[in-house]
Every structure is written in structure tokens, then in C-alpha cells.
């Protein structure tokens, strides 16, 4: 067998790809990783608001299509680790009901082929890898769990106890936001996790954020048997002549074509690149596309309804590390609604440069510092409905372009008037203000932080790519394994539903490699 010869190739190393490489890596097998990016670097400017928010220095240099054909640049960052090296950290469970098909303001959500118990065991472990930290049962849409979770919850600074304190005086049911730090409150001094004021949106400069790099790959890397290429941009699949079985991983690195081959190869790329190179390799057998017989590959992207909001706070709000808090109470409905609201967190505490750009008018009279100062950020994300026509396609020069119509826009905005009526139990001013920056700038399909679902995994080939294993339906050799698989996305954040399914898909793929 040549060198260049492997048992598993897996070409993306984020929260999918990263996560797998360390599942399979104990197995002595030969893994190949390939990941596009390289190491992020670990520089002052990880922590510098102006450089990570204003100057986009991570972002891709990727250039997208809209709807109407016009380009934009997309909030992806491909290093080792993938999206996760700049990712909140905010790690939640679905929640049971978001298996099942529900139904929305505008329509029903699909069944998941598999429903929350067969993922209940892997979201342990998943919470387990990525220390998660946390506290069971304050949420009332909670799904059951095998075990409490592994660290105790990231304690709440006094400003944002005090919002807890009210919002239960209020008869709200506030919980602690599941977090992935490395953070040990009880021996702060051996802490790897120095609790500051950038982590969400920015990498971590010390190693301590649970990213697939920090938790994954480079674990994975202590095996003898894994080896990671970066700068390895994979460009095509080629299949063997039946079409069946995927033979070669065609990859640019450093300017140069090289080739290789493996008994399984998973495509972990994020939702958008991994339709883009299913598509991109369109053969004889395949014409519209590897595992696209179905023609649903690039179909269903979902991102969430997202809306990142600012509150001024009376008093100034000293808070650091802000995203201790969620409210799940119109998660599943609200009194005065009888369909999804979706889930109120926190995001990481906003800086004056990231007001720049949407300074006009809103808070007259005060300054971007003052209100940096005295801001109290808060996320509203809701389920957007994967629709056929949300869909990756590509254009001749296989850029990405993306179709997007809006779904389930109501519930948002009633989510937003919800916070809005909770203001004046929280000593914060009366008015809500947008926060663009935080969510990919004023291009709203440009925030493609949490892209899922182009690759969909169902029971019925007629209407998915992947089947319950996330292999693809039309070749016995080729997984996907990122959130490309999700079929509906809830309105939690969607990494460590990615991470937990790549260690189910991961005991499957132990199971064959034997
Ligand atoms: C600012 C920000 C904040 C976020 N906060 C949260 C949060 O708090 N909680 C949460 O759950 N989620 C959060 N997310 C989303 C989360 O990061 C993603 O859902 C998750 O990383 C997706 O995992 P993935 O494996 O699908 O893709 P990724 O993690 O993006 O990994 C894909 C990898 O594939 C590589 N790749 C792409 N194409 C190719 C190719 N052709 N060849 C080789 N390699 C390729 C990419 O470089 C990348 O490394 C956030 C995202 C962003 C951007
Ligand atoms: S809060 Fe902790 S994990 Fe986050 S960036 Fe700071 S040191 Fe890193």
C-alpha cells in the first residue's frame, strides 16, 4: 500500500473533524487530518477588540454570493480547530423536544432519525471532553442527562447575579449557561483559564477556551498513528469506476496538487464547505454531485434567527466574563404564544469598538466607552426552518453561493419584546440596541457562525445524504461529520450537538474499522 495510503482520512479538523481524529486516534489506525488553515497564531492581537472585531484578522478571505449574486465576505475562520478557535464556548444540549418534529410559526420541523436517547450518552461525553461546566435542573427545558455535569458552573459576577436574582424575583427561571473553559475557580492560581473579558469571538491566547485544537487535535497528535497536514485545501473527491467507493482525496497544499487515499474518508469541512466539495466533485456516476442523487446536498442550510442586543445598565456594569446566564422560558412556547420562542443568553461583554459602526442615534449622549461601560449584551437565537431552496450552490469559479429566505422571523421578534418587558425588572435602561458587529457586521447571511444542515442524515435516501450513521446513502466509503448532518437546528448553539454526534458516528466507524 503506498504511503500516502491511510485507514481514515478526515479533512476538516473543527468541531466534527477535530473531535473524531481524537475518538479514532486510540485505535492505532493510520488517520490522515487535512486541514485547509493553519495553526492560528498565538499573538497579542488574539485579545485586541479592534484587531479580532474591526479588522476581521482571523476571518477568511473567502468571498460568498448573496441571493441576488452579490458578493460578501463570510464570518468563517479556517484554522485547526475550525470555527471553534473563536467560538463562545457556550456548549448546550438540543433539547428533547428538538429531536422530534415540532411545529414552528411557519411549519413543522422533521423527525431526527435518531431520537435524544441515543444521543443522551454521547452528549455526556461530549460534555466530559470539552469541560463543560454547569448545573442541572434551574432549566426548565433541560432534557434528562446520565450525569451531572463535570465541572461546576462558571460562577456568576455580582452584576449579572444581581440580573439573576431579579429575573427569579420576576418568576422567570434563569439558569447558568453550560460553558467550556478551563477555568478551576477553586485553585485560581493553577488555573489555566484566567477569566477575562475576550473569549466569545476572539481565540483564546492562552490555550484555555475547550476548542477542538486546545481538546482534539492536538491530543489526537500524541498518537504515533495520526498526522495532521495544514495548509492542505482538499479540492476533490474521485470515486472508483462503479461510483461506489471514494479512491482518491485530490489536495492543494502550498500551491502544489498532492494525492491520497483511504479506506474511509469523512468530509468535516462545516456545513457550507462540505456541500461545496461534495459538489465540486461531481464525476460520471455522480453528475450533480458526490452522494447527491437526491439532489438535497447544499439544501436546508440553516444559521439561526439571531439577534445580538445591548441594554444600558444604570450602574456601570463591571462584569468581565459575561456569559454565565441564559433563560430558557419561551424556549418551547410562551403564555401568550403557542410556538417557539427560543433561548436568551449572554454574549461576551461588549468594548467600544464594536459599537463604531452602529453608534447613530440610539443612545444620544453617550459615548462608545460610556456605553461599553455600562452595556449588559444579551443573544436571542430561534430555530430557522431548513427550507429546500436555503441552499449552497456553487458558481463557475466553485465559489459559494448561498440562498437564503428568512423563516420563523414572528417568534424572534416576540423573543426580543420578552427581554424588552424584562428590562424594568433589571435596573437597565428601557431601550435595546443592536450589537451588527458581534453577528458578522450589517450582511445578516454573512454571521455564518452557526451554518448547519446541507447534508442532511434521514432514513430515506429520497430526502437526505447521509444515513443514520452519517454516511452517505450512495457510497459505503464516505462519512460527513459536522453540522452538515443536522436536520433541524433547535435554537441552542449547535457545537456540542456536532461534537457529540462525531463520537456516535466515531464508535460506529470503530466498529468497522475492527
Ligand atoms: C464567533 C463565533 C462564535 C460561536 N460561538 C459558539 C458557541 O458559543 N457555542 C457553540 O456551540 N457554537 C458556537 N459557534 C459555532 C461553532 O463554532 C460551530 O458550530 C462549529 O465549530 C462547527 O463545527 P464543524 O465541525 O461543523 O465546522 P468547523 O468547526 O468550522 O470546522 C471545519 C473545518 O474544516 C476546514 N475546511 C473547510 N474546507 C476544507 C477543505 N476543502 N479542505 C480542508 N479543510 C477544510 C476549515 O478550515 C475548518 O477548520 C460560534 C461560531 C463563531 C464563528
Ligand atoms: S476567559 Fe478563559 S478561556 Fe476565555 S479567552 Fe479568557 S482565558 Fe481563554
Redesign the pocket.
Known amino acids: 500500500m503506498s504511503e500516502n495510503h491511510y485507514d481514515v482520512i478526515i479533512?476538516?479538523?473543527?468541531?466534527?473533524?477535530?473531535?473524531l481524529a481524537l475518538k479514532l486516534a486510540p485505535s492505532g489506525k493510520k488517520i490522515l487530518i487535512?486541514?485547509?488553515?493553519g495553526f492560528l497564531p498565538r499573538e497579542k492581537q488574539n485579545w485586541d477588540t479592534t484587531e479580532v472585531f474591526v479588522k476581521n484578522r482571523y476571518v477568511?478571505k473567502d468571498t460568498w454570493y448573496d441571493n441576488n449574486q452579490k458578493p460578501f465576505q463570510p464570518?468563517?475562520?479556517?484554522?485547526?480547530?475550525?470555527?471553534?478557535?473563536?467560538?463562545?464556548?457556550?456548549?448546550?444540549r438540543l433539547r428533547k423536544e428538538d429531536f422530534s418534529a415540532h411545529r414552528t410559526a411557519d411549519g413543522l420541523t422533521p423527525d431526527w432519525p435518531v431520537g435524544y436517547d441515543e444521543f443522551e450518552p454521547y452528549y455526556t461525553q461530549a460534555e466530559k471532553l470539552y469541560h463543560v461546566h454547569g448545573q442541572r435542573g434551574d432549566d426548565p427545558t433541560d432534557p434528562p442527562a446520565s450525569a451531572p455535569y463535570p465541572f461546576p458552573p462558571v460562577s456568576h459576577e455580582p452584576r449579572i447575579q444581581e440580573l439573576t436574582d431579579n429575573l427569579k424575583r420576576a418568576g422567570y427561571h434563569p439558569s447558568f449557561a453550560p460553558?467550556?473553559i478551563l477555568l478551576n475557580e477553586a485553585d485560581a492560581p493553577h488555573s489555566q483559564c484566567i477569566r477575562c473579558d475576550t473569549c466569545?469571538?476572539f481565540p483564546c491566547l492562552v490555550h484555555a477556551k475547550s476548542?477542538?485544537e486546545v481538546i482534539a487535535v492536538r491530543p489526537a497528535l500524541q498518537y504515533p498513528n495520526v498526522t495532521l497536514l495544514t495548509n492542505?485545501?482538499?479540492?476533490k473527491l474521485e470515486t472508483s469506476a462503479s461510483g461506489q467507493a471514494v479512491t482518491k482525496v485530490i489536495?492543494e497544499r502550498d500551491g502544489q496538487r498532492e494525492e491520497f487515499s483511504g479506506d474511509l474518508v469523512v468530509?468535516?469541512?462545516?456545513?457550507a464547505?462540505?456541500a461545496?466539495?461534495l459538489l465540486m466533485s461531481a464525476n460520471d456516476k455522480h453528475p450533480r454531485g458526490l452522494a447527491n442523487g437526491s439532489d438535497m446536498v447544499g439544501r436546508n442550510y440553516m444559521f439561526h434567527n439571531s439577534i445580538a442586543l445591548v441594554a444600558l445598565s444604570r450602574r456601570a456594569n463591571e462584569t468581565v466574563f459575561q456569559?454565565t446566564l441564559t433563560v430558557n422560558d419561551f424556549y418551547l412556547r410562551a403564555p401568550d404564544y403557542e410556538f417557539p420562542l427560543g433561548n436568551i443568553q449572554m454574549i461576551g461583554k461588549s468594548q467600544g469598538p464594536m459599537f463604531r459602526e452602529d453608534s447613530h442615534g440610539f443612545a444620544p449622549g453617550w459615548t462608545l466607552d460610556q456605553m461599553a461601560k455600562h452595556a449588559v449584551d444579551f443573544w436571542l437565537m430561534g430555530e430557522d426552518l431548513g427550507l429546500p431552496q436555503n441552499r449552497v450552490t456553487l458558481n463557475a469559479k466553485n465559489e459559494i453561493q448561498l440562498h437564503y429566505e428568512f423563516t420563523n422571523q414572528e417568534p424572534i421578534n416576540r423573543l426580543r419584546q420578552k427581554l424588552q418587558s424584562m428590562l424594568e425588572h433589571l435596573d437597565l435602561h428601557p431601550h435595546l440596541i443592536p450589537n451588527n458587529l458581534?453577528l458578522?457586521k450589517h450582511i445578516p447571511v454573512a454571521?455564518?457562525?452557526?451554518?448547519?444542515g446541507t447534508c442532511r442524515f434521514g432514513a430515506d435516501p429520497k430526502s437526505s445524504v447521509l444515513d443514520v450513521n452519517c454516511r452517505a446513502h450512495e457510497l459505503d466509503n464516505l462519512y460527513v461529520?459536522?453540522?452538515?448532518f443536522f436536520p433541524s437546528i433547535g435554537a441552542?448553539?449547535?457545537?456540542?450537538?456536532?461534537?457529540a454526534n462525531?463520537l456516535r458516528v466515531g464508535d460506529h466507524l470503530l466498529q468497522r474499522l475492527k
Open positions: 479533512i476538516g479538523s473543527g468541531a466534527g473533524g477535530g473531535t487535512l486541514e485547509r488553515g477568511s464570518g468563517s475562520h479556517y484554522f485547526v480547530g475550525g470555527a471553534t478557535k473563536m467560538y463562545g464556548a457556550a456548549l448546550f460553558t467550556g466569545d469571538g476548542d477542538a492542505a485545501h482538499v479540492q489536495v468530509v468535516a469541512c462545516g456545513a464547505n462540505s461545496r466539495l456569559k458581534y458578522g454571521g455564518v457562525g452557526h451554518q448547519s461529520v459536522d453540522t452538515s441552542v448553539n449547535p457545537s456540542l450537538t456536532a461534537i462525531a
